[in-house]
């Protein structure tokens, strides 16, 4: 049998302390299928006085994550710490100059430095594997990365953070308020260090990011991505949007247009009966079309410790099974260098259908303003439905009116709402959502 692969885990929380358990675990299963074992060489996190769940006395500590990837007597640096700067990214800047493999769950990072370390990774010879990073244990980097190879894709989407659609699930089935779901992700594991970058679609974003360039040989366009999250969605929208056989789910698209890539990050109405919208709680769903193959759809756990190692521990196994010096794939799917400059498509451009929900006050005349206003837009109607509005806060004799619209422009919409805006009638701010349409699923 060769030699034991060593591996030194940067970041022992919930991804890291799961990794360290199963690497133990799994040793005598792993050794046969790797045709080697897989050894924990040495291990660094902030706190060394933490209880990890694990005994760690016998492995070799670094308090910092940079000597580790420096001088750790390791094969493989595993980061799993966070974060886009820092300790991150100074220590795999550090492990790839020394010639080390890297395993990386760390979007935030390869959404702003991927171009540049997948570079670095190419030139020493090394492997920089990131399965982890996007849609937690599901495959989806092997698919595009290889086994899409030839294809030509039209449009990559998903969920893809297991926060947000915890939260829009539980509110939705459970009737409970968003701060409630958010502090039981939180519990579960789920969350990033900073929740806002999930609820705020910013997670999401990383993880497109690193699709769009899988998916269309492009750079990495982390900061084109047009982005709202899921902290506007009130129980009011998720009740309209079932009325309307629709659920509401926060994805992440990347689409070819004729003038350029699309990539957006909002909540989306998806209509109940295709298998996205059954999609709950943690659990992640990522979709391919490609000329080839056709539609793909992947659904699996998003975010949490094990899920999470999982992957991650696939990414070392390949590493294991390598040849030394071998890249049987370049680390973005296309070489660093190859890789094709980012058009962004306007945003402006988009066509899909919408849903917009106005409260107004309860006129004679506002429902035909309304219908009026949307009509000058050009924008088709498939429904218009007028309600008395349930909220308690709303203006006494108000209505809520809800129209879902026929595809059209993204331009359209936001000048008939803009339109809206400017009449007397309108109470509060309308709501906006786009819909997606699933091809196959
Ligand atoms: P976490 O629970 O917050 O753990 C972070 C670990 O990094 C902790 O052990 C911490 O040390 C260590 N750390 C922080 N700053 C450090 C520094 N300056 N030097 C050395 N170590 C440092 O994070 P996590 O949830 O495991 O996530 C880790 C990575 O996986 C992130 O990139 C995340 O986005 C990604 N990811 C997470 C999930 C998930 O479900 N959690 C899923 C997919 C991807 P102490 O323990 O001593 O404080
Ligand atoms: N915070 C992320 C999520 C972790 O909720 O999906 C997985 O990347």
Redo the contacts with the bound molecule.
């Keep these: 049998m060769a030699d034991a692969l060593k591996v030194g885990i ?7 302390a799961s990794l360290v358990r199963i690497i133990r675990e799994r040793a005598e299963e792993l050794a046969v299928t790797c045709g080697r074992a897989i050894e924990i060489g040495a291990l ?4 060394r006085s ?1 209880d990890r769940g694990v005994d760690l006395s016998d492995i070799t500590w670094f308090g ?2 940079e000597a580790m990837a420096t001088e750790a007597d390791i094969d493989v640096f595993v980061e ?4 886009a700067e ?3 990214d100074q220590a795999v800047r550090a492990a790839l100059e020394r010639g080390l493999h890297v395993v ?6 390869l959404a702003k430095h991927g171009v540049e370390l997948a570079a670095l990774a190419e030139e020493k010879g090394v492997l920089l594997n990131f399965e ?2 996007v849609a ?1 244990g599901i495959p989806v980097i092997k698919a595009l990365r290889e086994s899409l190879t030839g294809n030509k894709v039209s449009r990559v989407y998903g969920i893809m953070n ?1 926060t947000c659609n915890y939260i829009l699930t539980r509110m939705e089935k459970e009737g409970l308020s968003f701060q409630d779901c958010l502090r039981e992700a939180q519990r579960l ?2 969350a ?2 900073d929740p806002t970058f999930d609820i705020e679609g910013n ?1 999401t974003a990383h993880k497109l990011a690193i699709l769009t360039t899988l998916a269309f040989g492009t750079q990495i366009a982390a900061d084109e991505i047009y982005l709202e999250g899921i902290s506007n969605i009130s129980i009011q929208d998720i009740e309209a949007a079932a009325d309307l056989g629709y659920r509401i789910k926060l994805l992440g698209v990347a689409q070819k247009t004729e003038s350029g890539i699309e990539q957006r990050v909002h909540p989306t109405m998806v209509p109940r009966d295709t298998v996205i919208a059954q999609v709950d709680g943690v659990t992640n769903a990522v979709a391919i079309e490609s000329d080839i193959l056709g539609e793909l759809l992947m659904v699996g756990p998003g ?3 094990d ?2 190692a999982s992957a991650v521990l696939g990414d070392i196994a390949d590493i294991a099974k390598s040849r030394p010096g071998e890249q049987r794939v370049p680390v973005l799917g296309t070489p660093a260098k190859a890789l094709a400059p980012y058009v962004k498509a306007r945003m402006r451009s988009h066509e899909g259908g919408y849903f917009i929900r106005l409260t107004v006050a309860d006129r004679t005349g506002v429902f035909a303003s309304v219908a009026s206003r949307m009509a000058e837009n050009n924008i088709s109607l498939e429904s218009i439905v007028q309600r008395a509005s349930p909220q308690p806060q709303a203006a006494a004799g108000s209505k809520t009116i809800i129209l879902v619209t026929h595809a059209t422009t993204e331009e359209s919409v936001r000048n008939a709402v803009t339109a809206i805006k400017g009449e007397s009638y309108l109470v509060g701010e309308p709501q906006v959502i786009r819909i997606e349409r699933p091809k196959a699923f």
């Design positions: 940067a970041g022992l929380g919930t991804v890291g660094s996190a902030r706190d933490r910092s994550a799993l710490i966070g974060g820092g300790a991150a990386t769950a760390n979007k935030a990072l982890a990073a937690g297991g594991g789920y990033e260090a997670d975010a949490g410790g899920a999470t």
